[in-house]
């Protein structure tokens, strides 16, 4: 663990001793790790190596029951609570200092019905584990851009990634979750059992319940067409502008986001180009692979790419793409915004951060979220920008603790100036740390009171709360 220390989740105060953690470990399968046991640091240690927290203990989940027995322990006990599941979370949310972090990596399990077009997934299981298991049988669901992130903390807060546009956000492919809720009682939602509970599941992040498996609706995609164009960043205004009109009138085969990026080291980018700062387009296409070629023809008109490559790619190697470029243990600081337009004010503030990257790793990428995820009714799910075209990332990366306010200052910076020209929320995932609760606000929209009335039916405590937390709505009065 390294780098500056981010302690904006609560403190419960005190640690267990030893009678405690004896108490919770004989109701339970699975180990609980204390910080003097000798596989606590690598507990901690996140995908995120600028929180440094130290939980009390760390309960390895074995089944859905350790996670009912593990939440009645720590609720009865006054403990603070986290979940970690992939570890991505930007913020650290899987982690409280001083509290009990349930952790369901043990749980990576995926079964697939290749007759139904389903899969069921366990709650600590990785897109990875969810692609490779699907690909077998030629099936894919949209979710993420890397393999190591999390299914859990991706799907609760909605879930988009390169198949968004052709078959909709994860949670439009989500039919059903097993959840264990404040009181420790285990149930199965979904449009017919427990349907509010499911509505707020589908982008309202982890408030709700700690979930043990998802149950995916699958999509014939075996192979994928993949594109990477990038010119150089002072190209950035020819770019856009063409980009801003092009993706949205394109066919939903094809898929695209863009990025400000330096060209990492490495196939398949040539020597010459390693460490430029460019602007860029990765493209998705999942239609006929013969006509790959043909159709990003059209990035010629933005301009000659500095480069231009295109491949046929088995679904699962793209998810993977980025893997080893950010692998787990940098310094991160992000952000987001939802933007329904790219305005030539927003075109300009592109080109000046994109030219002023602060680090080789730091980027920003706007991610399409219209075409099928456009058609999904506004108040069919908890996510609240059907209306976007594009999600926003801004990212500062680094392997050097010394260089963590820099990027914090240029992702901070980069979002703020760019702000007055998005649609006011983010990304639940994508809101950093210390962005306030105007922020989770602003994401639900209109959807946060109706959120905070499910949070009272099945957390009236706030329970779970190491989140960007919707707190429950009040009792009326003279209710108990």
């Known amino acids: 663990m390294g780098g500056s220390t981010d302690s904006t989740t609560g403190n419960s105060g005190g640690g267990l001793d030893g009678t405690t953690l004896e108490e919770m470990r004989t109701g339970l399968r699975g180990p609980v790790i204390a910080p003097e046991d000798g596989a606590y640091d690598e507990a901690r240690s996140i995908y995120n190596a600028m929180i440094d927290r130290r939980p009390a203990a760390f309960v390895r989940c074995a089944d859905a029951g350790d996670v009912m027995n593990a939440v009645d322990f720590v609720r009865d006990h006054g403990f603070e609570l986290a979940v970690l599941g992939g570890g991505h979370s930007g913020p650290g949310l899987c982690l ?4 009990v972090t349930l952790d369901l990596s043990p749980m990576r399990w995926v079964r697939v019905d290749p007759v139904a077009k389903t899969a069921q997934v366990g709650g600590g299981s990785t897109l990875g584990d969810l692609d490779h298991a699907a690909h077998a049988f030629g099936l894919a669901t949209p979710a993420g851009i890397m393999s190591t992130t999390g299914v859990g903390g991706l799907t609760l807060g909605g879930g988009h990634g390169h198949l968004t546009r052709k078959y909709g956000l994860t949670v439009d492919n989500l039919i059903s979750a097993d959840v264990v809720l404040a009181d420790g009682s285990f149930v199965t939602a979904s449009e017919t059992s427990y349907p509010d509970l499911f509505w707020a599941l589908r982008g309202g992040g982890g408030n709700f319940g700690i979930v043990t498996s998802f149950t995916y609706r699958l999509h014939p995609q075996h192979s994928v067409g993949v594109g990477i164009t ?3 960043v002072d190209h950035t205004r020819e770019v856009l502008r063409w980009y801003r009109e092009f993706l949205p009138q394109a066919p939903e085969d094809l898929n695209g986001f863009y990025a400000v990026l330096a060209v990492p ?24 692979l013969a006509l790959l070629d043909e159709t990003l023809a059209v990035v010629n008109d933005a301009g000659r790419p500095a480069f231009h490559f295109t491949s046929p790619m088995p679904y699962p190697a793209l998810q993977s793409m980025f893997d080893e470029l950010i692998p787990k243990g940098l310094q991160w600081y992000w952000s987001g915004d939802f933007f329904d337009r790219i305005t030539d004010e927003a075109v300009d503030i592109h080109l000046k951060y994109g030219e002023n990257l602060p680090t080789d790793l730091s980027t920003m990428h706007l991610y399409p979220v219209d075409g099928a995820a456009s058609r999904v009714g506004s108040f069919d799910t908890a996510w609240a920008y059907r209306d976007a075209v594009w999600s926003g990332v801004f990212a500062g990366i680094d392997p050097d603790p010394d260089n963590a306010g820099l990027i914090k200052q240029w992702c901070t910076d980069y979002r703020e100036e760019l702000h007055p020209y998005s649609m006011g929320g983010a990304y639940v995932n994508f809101i950093g740390p210390g962005e306030g ?17 499910v949070k009272r039916t099945y957390d009236p405590h706030n329970l779970f709360h190491a989140n960007q937390n919707i707190e429950p709505a009040h009792w009326p009065q003279g209710d108990a």
């Open 230 to 232: 990038v010119w150089p």
């Open 265 to 288: 080291p490495g196939p398949p980018f040539p020597e010459e180009l390693h460490g430029h700062r460019m602007c860029a387009v990765v493209w998705c296409w999942t239609g006929d």
């Open 437 to 453: 609760q105007e922020r989770v606000r602003a994401t639900y929209r209109d959807h946060y009171d109706r959120l905070a009335e």
């Open 96 to 99: 409280v200092d001083g509290g």
